[in-house]
């Protein structure tokens, strides 16, 4: 981590399908070994799959499965006197999106479907209906948070 300065944000490009910001950081996210082109097949399929399900787009299903799974509250270690207390902390706007990101692709990847496009398609459905298991991880994170309330004090 450089000393100096941060490092600027770079502007993600929109997607040449939805013309949506937030569907090509997905892709990035899915992405292996820079193939980018067997990402965007994997999501714009998961894409086609979920299209009309419960009478949305799949753009509002993704964007509904996105707002389900972004966490607001998480923990953070603080050392304080030679104990290490687990700090409930509010999450910032962008790391709250990244992390949601990445919980819906690992929990994609962690499903018992056969081709990941299925998987994804799937994990989207139960995400936006507030099931699955990338919501169980924000309830966890949100539960820890909870009981780490106590230590609160110890926030800088």
């Not at 998987?119 to 298991?133: C, F, H, P, V």
Request: hydrophobic fraction near 40%; aromatic fraction near 8%; proline fraction near 3%.
């Amino acid at each position: 981590m450089s000393r100096r300065r941060a490092a600027e944000k770079r502007e993600v490009l929109k997607d040449p399908k939805y013309g949506d910001p937030v569907v090509t950081k997905f892709m990035n996210c899915l992405m292996y070994a820079g193939k980018k082109s067997v990402s965007e097949r994997i999501v714009y399929g998961a894409f086609d799959r979920i299209h009309g399900k419960n009478g949305k787009s799949c753009l509002e299903l993704f964007t509904d499965a996105l707002a389900n799974v972004k966490p607001t509250l998480e923990v953070r270690s603080r050392r304080v006197g030679g104990a290490t207390y687990q700090i409930p902390t509010e999450v910032a706007s962008g790391r709250a999106r990244a992390l949601s990101i990445r919980w819906l692709i690992n929990a994609a990847r962690a499903r018992a479907e056969k081709t990941m496009e299925e998987r994804l398609a799937a994990e989207l459905l139960e995400a936006s209906s507030g099931k699955g298991a990338a919501v169980k991880k924000k309830d966890d994170t949100h539960k820890m948070a909870e009981a780490n309330r106590a230590f609160a004090h110890y926030r800088w």
